[in-house]
Nanobody
Framework: VQLQASGGGSVRPGDSLRLSCAAS????????TAWFRQGPGKEREFVAA??????SPSYADSAKGRFTVSKSKNTMYLQMTSLEVEDTAVYYC?????????????????WGQGTQVTVSS
C-alpha cells in the first residue's frame, strides 16, 4: 500500500488543522494506521493510532484531548485543535497489517512521505 500525507501548513498557536493520509493500492480496512511526528532535532514519536476495526484509538499523552484520529475506507485523518508551538514537526502516516505494538514506529511497514506542520506566533 502507498500512503500520501497532506494537509500540513503554517498556523498560529490555538489554531486547528486537519491532516489526511490517503491510501492507494489497498483500502485501510485491514490495516492498523498511525500518525507519527518528528520535530526539529528530535526523534520520531508516536502521536495517534487507530486499529483496522476503527475501535479504540490510541493517543500519545501530548495528543490526548486535542487530537482526534479517524479513518474511512481509504483515508486516515488527524484533526488537531489547540495547536501549540511544540506541535511543530513533520507528520508521517504509517500502516501495518498485524496491529501489534501500535505506538512503536518499528511495527509499521508502510510509510507516507510526511507533511510539515509549523505552529508559530
Amino acid at each position: 500500500v502507498q500512503l500520501q500525507a497532506s494537509g500540513g501548513g503554517s498556523v498560529r498557536p490555538g489554531d486547528s488543522l486537519r491532516l489526511s493520509c490517503a491510501a492507494s493500492g489497498h483500502s485501510f480496512r485491514s490495516y492498523t494506521t498511525a500518525w507519527f511526528r518528528q520535530g526539529p532535532g528530535k526523534e520520531r514519536e508516536f502521536v495517534a493510532a487507530i486499529r483496522y476495526s476503527g475501535d479504540s484509538p490510541s493517543y500519545a499523552d501530548s495528543a490526548k484531548g486535542r487530537f482526534t484520529v479517524s479513518k474511512s475506507k481509504n483515508t486516515m485523518y488527524l484533526q488537531m485543535t489547540s495547536l501549540e508551538v511544540e506541535d511543530t514537526a513533520v507528520y508521517y502516516c504509517a500502516a501495518q497489517l498485524i496491529g501489534t505494538a501500535i505506538s512503536q514506529a518499528r511495527s509499521y511497514t508502510y510509510w507516507g512521505q510526511g507533511t510539515q506542520v509549523t505552529v508559530s506566533s
